[in-house]
């Protein structure tokens, strides 16, 4: 089951949660039970890749992200 970190809109706690991928429109905030949350997205890094190829794949990237230059 895949692990999500979220933050809190409501209270701004962080927090992860090991969920299915169904049940992810039914999370609540553990501080507050809010379910006003928006999705933390990480940057995954593949042993072995350089930071070009890792950079490449995130979609920051197209954003400008800092570490993408």
């Known amino acids: 089951m895949p692990t ?5 809109k409501a ?3 962080k927090f992860e949660t090991m969920i299915s991928s169904a049940e992810k ?13 928006q999705e ?9 890749s350089s930071q ?3 950079c490449q794949s995130c979609p ?3 954003k400008g992200c800092r570490l993408a230059n």
């Open 25 to 37: 429109n039914k999370v609540r905030c553990p501080a507050c039970q809010s379910r006003n949350l």
């Open 60 to 62: 920051a990237a197209e």
């Open 40 to 48: 933390v997205y990480g940057f995954n890094v593949i042993k072995g």
């Open 4 to 8: 999500y970190e979220y933050h809190c």
């Open 52 to 54: 070009a190829e890792v």
């Open 11 to 13: 209270c701004g706690e």
